[in-house]
T-cell receptor
């Protein structure tokens, strides 16, 4: 069965520093991977996806993610963090048999000024 | 092009009452998904519907919960005889469906509070 793991409940980073939010996955077939962001009392906003192709995927708001097949990872990155990036970030994988998304438990990103 | 719409945004029900949550997908989207987010937890899949069909309801509790997506009108998630444990944020997402429709677009959610 497909699953994703986000090993960090919270990530703290100073504004202007690079950030990484970790995600590892387990799939039986081709991995379809996603990152979403959730701001307080809001729905989820799509950031980026990996379906096939280049291992480095660029998304919204300057975020990117690196697909690493050997490490089964799909870490979210940004070269220079902003205070406004503070939010809850979810990694997800699409189920092989249906279209449903299986989410990780989320990582709270806190960017300090 | 309006996004996914959900109403109400907030819903308060007493134990034993019924809750009806509505979701209108994005224009052109015929696939609807419902997810539940308990406090301080991630999202859990509940049900996946296409027009007039339930495709996957593996995440739905066996009792009190039902969902529909009629030919006309919004998708409805119905919770009968609510209990305090049903308090959560319920999110609807939509997509165009099919092999190349990967992204799901989420609505703002309905926050259900059971008193």
């Amino acid at each position: 069965a497909q699953s994703v793991a986000q090993p960090e409940d919270q990530v703290n980073v100073a504004e202007g520093n690079p950030l990484t939010v970790k995600c590892t996955y387990s799939v039986s077939g081709n991995p379809y991977l996603f990152w979403y962001v959730q701001y307080p009392n809001r729905g989820l906003q799509f950031l980026l996806k990996y379906i096939t192709g280049d291992n480095l995927v660029k998304g919204s708001y300057g975020f990117e993610a690196e697909f690493n097949k050997s490490q089964t990872s799909f870490h979210l990155k940004k070269p220079s963090a902003l205070v406004s990036d503070s939010a809850l970030y979810f990694c997800a994988v699409r189920d092989d048999n249906t279209d449903k998304l299986i989410f990780g438990t989320g990582t709270r990103l806190q960017v300090f000024p | 092009n309006a996004g996914v719409m959900q109403n109400p945004r907030h819903l308060v029900r007493r134990r034993g009452q019924e809750a009806r949550l509505r979701c209108s997908p994005m224009k052109g989207h015929s696939h609807v998904y419902w997810y539940r987010q308990l406090p301080e937890e991630g999202l859990k899949f509940m049900v996946y519907l296409q027009k007039e069909n339930i495709i996957d309801e593996s995440g739905m509790p066996k009792e009190r919960f039902s969902a529909e997506f009629p030919k006309e009108g919004p998708s409805i998630l119905r919770i009968q005889q609510v209990v305090r444990g049903d308090s959560a944020a319920y999110f609807c997402a939509s997509s165009t469906g099919g092999e190349t429709a990967y992204e799901q677009y989420f609505g703002p959610g309905t926050r259900l509070t059971v008193t």
